[in-house]
């Protein structure tokens, strides 16, 4: 009888490639007495893909991953075939450590080595040269990284975009990574390409931020000439806690919402009472918000695409929030 699953060909492989991120090596596949003829056929028959050159995966595992999975599930067959002293870092580093990204690119896999003149790509794998301190590295189940700080600042120093090195720097923070050690890791790089940038991302970073695209909000703010002047922060009346708004401008007398797609927390599956029930309630706390004599903007992803666009609405709320304080005589 044909085997049919990774399972039927081996329950050792099988169990193997489940400790490894989901995938095993053709070196490992013939230790365990599975040869290359019966890799081929199943690879052939769709039941195995190929990761990278020799290592495998299951199919119907992979297929269903989404981007920032299937980008760990890659990291995994790198790290059974990368023969070089290499440690993750970047983007790669980022995913691996659970952190927020902002539009993040993961076409490609990054390591850093510190033994090598230069960078170069090569098989889906950017290999940066750069200095690489002993307290710049941390060991992850049981593969070398960079450290969160110094994934941080790499990242905001080769993304290319301010909003996208503040998001993964207010990440970084809120995962508890002390201010201090960020500084130290920036002056370390300071003499490098981006580091202007990064600068910049640091002197922005927040990690009361809940979200990149909270981050980006307060990037376009900035930008815009409209500066929050705090975060997160809880708002009450007489009934108690209203909760915790994004953004709040003291002197526009205005609270700022980013409507991410987790804003109204809808339970997967729920029926249209639930779902209504969701938005009245959020309805009802913009109420009370306004009760207390804060005026509500709201905007969401699209927004952040046409920064004047977003500084003008925010100023025409500010104006009809003006006008609800000071009506005219």
């Known amino acids: 009888m044909p085997r049919d699953s990774i399972t039927d060909l081996d329950p050792r492989l099988a169990a193997l490639a489940e400790r490894q991120g989901g995938v095993f090596s053709s070196r490992q596949a013939h230790d365990l007495g599975v040869g290359p003829d019966e890799i081929q056929l199943l690879r052939r028959r769709r039941v195995l893909v190929s990761v990278r050159r ?56 990054h390591v850093t080595r510190s033994d090598t003149a230069g960078s170069r790509r090569e098989a889906g794998v950017h290999h940066h040269s750069a200095g690489l301190p002993g307290s710049h590295v941390v060991e992850v189940a049981g593969r070398l990284m960079t450290s969160l700080a110094r994934t941080g600042i790499d990242v905001a120093r080769t993304s290319g975009r301010l909003e996208c ?82 953004f709040v401008l003291d002197e526009l007398q205005l609270v700022g919402e980013f409507d991410g ?38 905007w969401g992803w699209e927004d952040l695409y046409y920064p004047a666009r977003l500084g003008a609405r925010v100023r025409a709320a500010a104006a009809r929030q003006a006008q609800r304080r000071w009506p005219a005589r």
């Not at 009361?208 to 980006?216: D, K, L, T, V």
């Not at 779902?275 to 706390?285: D, I, N, S, T, Y």
């Open 54 to 109: 020799g290592v495998y995966a299951y199919k119907a595992v992979y297929d269903g991953l989404d981007p920032l999975a299937r980008h760990r599930t890659g990291l995994a067959a790198l790290g059974l075939v990368l023969v070089e002293p290499a440690v993750i870092s970047h983007e790669s580093a980022a995913v691996e450590h659970g952190l927020a990204l902002l539009l993040p690119d993961l076409s490609e896999m």
């Open 165 to 246: 090195g503040v998001a993964v720097l207010d990440s970084v923070l809120r995962a508890g990574i002390d201010p201090v050690e960020l500084r130290e890791v920036m002056d370390y790089c300071r003499s490098w390409d981006g580091a202007r940038l990064a600068s910049r991302a640091l002197s922005m970073a927040d990690g009361r931020a809940a979200n990149p695209g909270e981050s980006w909000s307060r990037v376009v703010l900035v930008g815009q000439g409209l500066p929050p002047s705090d975060l997160q922060r809880p708002l009450f009346d007489e009934d108690g806690l209203i909760g915790y708004v994004d």
């Open 261 to 298: 797609r987790w804003k109204y927390d809808v339970p997967e599956g729920a029926d249209p009472r639930q779902a209504g029930l969701v938005v009245w309630q959020e309805k009802r706390r913009e109420d009370r918000i306004r009760g207390i004599g804060y005026g509500v903007v709201r």
